[in-house]
């Protein structure tokens, strides 16, 4: 009679063992879930920030203060909204994502925790790298820019567990005390050297004939040629109108390079 009474609660007592240690597990368990979406989300948005750099205007590195809104809205928004080539102007700290919150709708990411640090430009390792910095040497603007690796980085801070009231989760330490952070890099080769039309109007320092002009030597020689125009009507002096001495046409092909038509039958 005695064993029976000691055996009464036995399986209460059992439960809230149990309890106390599945219900965090239980609660955990979609948390890290949505720390793996916020690294899954940051990588990509670091990505599109590198690629930003490979479209901007005149090989530029764009500002910051462009791109950051673009990738919070495209990375870190709801998933059926629409893509836009410009971010839409809101101020609200909340993002749209709703992986972003917790279980007790308390955000894990807001828009203040994301930041894009400054793009760093680097000159590409190795032999490659070497090589640019000789031909660097060279007059005039050949190479564009010799240091072509751009690197993108975010940094995110992850806010720690609250319950709803806002006060620390306590029952599930350490996590209302962690401080987690997460950075992401993501490095491209942005300036590969290539060249924005032949030039033969205009004035584009990134055209084909301004940066293979300083490679020719008698390219100097170019405005010297006009003046011979001058005495092209003398007798004599007829043929010397016709000499382009470092005169560049980017688009000619020589003759021997052409392949030619088949025969109509």
């Avoid at 462009?66 to 870190?76: E, G, K, T």
């Avoid at 090589?131 to 660097?136: H, K, N, P, T, W």
């Amino acid at each position: 009679m005695s064993f029976r009474r000691l055996q009464r609660g036995q399986s209460m007592v059992e439960m809230v063992v149990l309890c106390l240690v599945l219900v965090p597990l239980f609660l955990l368990i979609p948390i890290l879930g949505k720390y793996i979406h916020i690294r899954q989300q940051s990588q990509q948005a670091t990505r599109s920030a590198a690629w930003e750099a490979t479209s901007a205007r005149s090989y530029a590195v764009p500002s910051n203060a462009q791109v950051r809104p673009q990738l919070i809205a495209r990375h870190f928004g709801a998933a059926d909204s629409r893509i836009t080539s410009t971010a839409p102007s809101t101020t609200a700290e909340r993002l749209d994502d709703p992986l972003l919150n917790t279980f007790s709708d308390q955000p894990l990411l807001q828009r203040s925790d994301i930041t894009l640090n400054a793009y760093r430009n680097d000159r590409e390792p190795g032999i490659m790298g070497k090589l640019s910095g000789l031909i660097s040497k060279l007059p005039g603007p050949f190479p564009p820019n010799e240091r072509g690796l751009i690197t993108a980085r975010m940094d995110m801070r992850i806010r720690d567990l609250r319950t709803a009231d806002g006060s620390a989760a306590a029952y599930l330490e350490p996590f209302d005390t962690i401080g987690l952070r997460m950075q992401t890099s993501s490095t491209l080769l942005t300036d590969p050297w290539n060249a924005a039309g032949a030039g033969i109007t205009g004035n584009n320092p990134r055209s084909v004939k301004a940066q293979i002009r300083n490679m020719v030597p008698t390219s100097n020689l170019e405005q010297g040629a006009q003046m011979l125009k001058g005495v092209s009507s003398l007798p004599l002096f007829g043929v010397l109108g016709d000499l382009k001495p470092g005169h560049i046409e980017p688009d000619v092909v020589p003759m021997d390079k052409l392949e030619r038509y088949a025969p109509r039958p």
